[in-house]
């Protein structure tokens, strides 16, 4: 089962980068969106034949066009909501960066899904924003030094940024959902939550010059 479920994570990531491609360049030249339904066809039946395919591939990383595209038209990406919970879960094995972006891709499949089962979505949607909240201080970095000074040790990629861009995406898509949207009344809680870290990071001061001014327009951008 094991490689059978590699096998297809293997096709289904190649036939998603193509459609996903496809799909912008569609929308930049023509202004509108368009797709290979046989391609679209068998992403679907794969989703929803083989459990943890989707899973697999949101931990590998996707392109945000990619995760666009999942979201908007592979519906049984949903069905792998427990997977993606018990990876947001691992918190002594999964590195924090990691699980913030995989938080992100997790809630955009939740609310585009959110009516495929709802005790599912609010499950999915509060462990992804728990995460949101356990890697604030990634986002903003530390207080008086540059926000990009977290580097990974491997890749030197600016861990920060990743972070940075997994939390605006993840309130973007907040942004989105429904007023009469189950997850609704969840999402203002977390909301909230948030607009209060960055009023404590604000109120706590106690650093001067262009590292604590950038610290301090990130934590405005967050806020609005």
């Known amino acids: 089962l094991r490689y059978l479920t590699a096998r297809d994570s293997v096709i289904f990531r190649c036939v998603l980068f193509v459609c996903a491609s496809t799909s912008v360049r569609s ?44 979201t908007r038209f592979i519906p049984e990406s949903f069905q792998d909501a427990s997977e993606l919970m018990s990876m947001l879960g691992e918190k002594d094995a999964v590195p924090l960066v990691e699980r913030l972006v995989t938080a992100s891709t997790a809630l955009s499949i939740c609310v585009a899904n959110s009516s495929r089962g709802e005790m599912t979505a609010n499950n999915l949607l509060s462990a992804s924003l728990d995460t949101l909240v356990d890697g604030f201080h990634f986002v903003i970095g530390p207080l008086g030094l540059p926000v990009s000074v977290f580097r990974d040790e ?8 990743m972070c940075k861009e997994a939390t605006f995406h993840m309130i973007t898509t907040l942004s989105k959902i429904h007023p009469r949207s189950i997850l609704k009344k969840d999402a203002i809680v977390y909301l909230t939550k948030i607009a209060n870290l960055c009023k404590s990071e604000n109120a706590a001061g106690g650093a001067s010059g262009a590292a604590a001014l950038k610290r301090k327009n990130l934590l405005k951008g967050i806020w609005d």
């Open 154 to 161: 491997e890749n030197g990629q600016d861990i920060t940024l």
């Open 27 to 70: 929308s930049n030249e023509e202004k509108s969106s368009t797709h290979c339904t046989m391609c679209v066809s068998l992403m679907r039946s794969i989703a929803s034949r083989r459990r943890g395919v989707i899973a697999a591939l949101v931990k590998q990383g996707l392109p945000q066009g990619s995760v666009d595209f999942l």
